[in-house]
């Protein structure tokens, strides 16, 4: 067997799922992550596995509730609308404390919108999508080999924090085709003594709820949840940065947008303008710490990204508006060019933000 | 080259089909040949076919594509254009057929038409590193599910085993003991080795009937893949 394998994006992601130990898929077709359900479809059976194309995205999302509850690796992947359809068992899997992975492979909205690429789902990831105060881990890969170890990450973080991590990708990373190995994968497994895996009568029963009957008992399950939280925003921020030593304008992006900047600013740099790249991986928790830094250092910042300006607010709120953050966008299913990067930087140069 | 009057590129989800057959479309017109390409592929939702459109009319290459190809509509429809591959006996023809069984279903219906004229070459193309054609046997069996779904057999083998980006000489090397074995289980010829244009001169050394291809550049290639 070959060390390196071709994959899809999506692929990806259902190889390195099956690898970190999920057993379990639960899903619903949605272009453009359709091959994940197709490759678990096709190895699930070989493996002993599960996998079960359900007759709606609240019935997977609700069957990952139920496997979660029972100790198991589960997941289930979509695409934005789909993802909306699974925002209530979203909340109720926050709010049971369970962990899961849910993929989005997002496309452009709102809406029904299109199949065409798209970041615009910033919002419903990192700030909620279901209802209540809650939060998940949002992993943004920018490559075929981040969909598989960010997949994997995926897996360990929510088992070791009993919480949802998604993977945020969108349609570009979940189509393209890269060389991808597995021999640096880190599985780690975790003692799930509060999952229903049946009593033999030797043990006090476990429950899995997320209905309070005393407001008192449930804002104290908040509270705790947010302690939880608060050690994850201080151990699991995850980014990179690129050319940024002696950067004066930095360029935030994530995922497929973060590669049409790099090339940007390697053209901008032949141009004598010294401009680097923080790319945050984790999108919650996100890179506060290293955005802050940079802000005292840079004269202003770049939001590039494939919406309206989303993620732009957290870079403003993480730089504490020290700096100003202009905004590159292309919305819809449109992706900004290489060029239209380098324009905005050489307006950065210029001050223009 | 010995070309038969239409070509057809079938396999596995991701094997490399679409960019071999618009390269083979542009050596065909390259030879003063008239060629027309159709993208069968109603599987794929992005980066097909019509993604080479200005390369393909710059050569005088004919284009047949989906209405909806790269639009936000998807709808797996072929267009009744598409006849023309196999009604119109003047024109070499390139077909573009989707990934495994699920897209070898739309070459069905020109099926009768590819038997009664019996002049095309039904081509397997394969890659050693994808991961559900690892093996020889693994591709075979994916072989005779798109046989079974198109009622068409293969009649040769396309060695298209790459790694992307990080494809050397060597990783060709490495596919050939693969390829001699699938060669072996399906009776079929290897009909050409298709590799990265920049290499094809050194892999040529080792290899018979090599065919260069020339790929897009694509808009999220990293600035340290550039060729």
Redesign the interface.
Known sequence: ??Q?????GN?AIA?AAIRAGCRHYFGYPI??QT?IAA?MA?KMPKIGGCFLQAESEIASINMVYGAAAAGMRVMTSSSSPGISLKAEGLSYIAGSDVPALVVNVQR?GPGL?????SQSDYFQATKGGGHGDYRMIVLAPASVQEMASLTIKGFNLADKYRMTSMILAD??IG?????ISFEDAEIETYEKPWALTGTNGARKHNIVNSLYLKPEALEVTNFERYERYKVIEENEPMWEEYMMEDADICVVAFG?AS??A??AI?AARQEGIKVGLIRPITLWPFPKEALSKAADKVKGFISVELSMGQMIEDVRLATACKKPVGLCNRCG?M?P??DEVLESIRNAEKGVF | MDHKRLTLFAGH??SGKTNIAVNYALQLANEGKKVCIADLDIV????RTADSAQALKAAGVALIAPQFAN????LPALPAEAYRLVEDLSSFGVMDIGGDDRGAYALGRYVPFIKKENNYRMIFVA??????T?TPEDALEVMREIEAACKLPFTDIVNNS?????TDVQTVL?SRDYVEKLSKLSGLPVYMTTVRADLASRTAEHIPNVFPLLLQE??????DQKR
């Open positions: 067997m070959a390196r394998i071709l994959m899809k692929e190889e272009t453009p091959e490759y096709k452009g919108g299109g199949i065409q690429p349609g570009t189509q393209m085709m890269e060389p497929i590669r049409v790099k090339n390697v299913g992706i060019s290489p | 989800y991701g794929n939702p992005y980066f639009s936000n509509v998807d890659n050693c590193y994808r991961p559900l690892q790459h790694l992307g980006p990080l490495d694509k808009y999220f290639d990293l600035p």
